[in-house]
Nanobody
Framework: QVQLVESGGGSVQIGGSLKLSCAAS????????MAWYRQAPGKGRELVST???????YYVDSMKGRFTTSRDNAKNTMSLEMYSLKADDTADYYC??????????????WGQGTQVTVSS
């Protein structure tokens, strides 16, 4: 059974840091592009970052320099380290795996999300 499970969400103060993790099971992430998305209250799901199977990363401009995505293919996991958090970063964060052009957003597998709340 394919599963993606996010963890590490919680409440943090503005300017703080948080690390999210995504654990995959039922398939090997080694050949898959992975991604982090987020969805703020009342808004649509937006891309945060992607990481290719070889480790090349992409970040949306507003996250560059503050967020770092990494993966451990041996452990079948992916992480998102977030620094200098802002109130606007408050959202549910989702792990996605295996790019699939027939899906929108274009990933085959999704986690159920982990909530991040940033406040003063």
């Amino acid at each position: 059974q394919v599963q993606l499970v996010e963890s590490g969400g919680g409440s943090v103060q503005i300017g703080g840091s948080l690390k999210l993790s995504c654990a995959a099971s039922g398939f090997a992430i080694s050949n898959c592009e992975m991604a982090w998305y987020r969805q703020a209250p009342g808004k649509g799901r937006e891309l945060v970052s992607t990481i290719a199977s070889g480790g090349t990363t992409y970040y949306v401009d507003s996250m560059k320099g503050r967020f770092t995505t990494s993966r451990d293919n041996a452990k079948n996991t992916m992480s998102l380290e977030m620094y200098s958090l802002k109130a606007d970063d408050t959202a549910d964060y989702y792990c996605a795996a295996c790019w699939d052009s027939s899906e929108m957003p274009p990933y085959k597998y999704w986690g159920q999300g982990t909530q991040v709340t940033v406040s003063s």
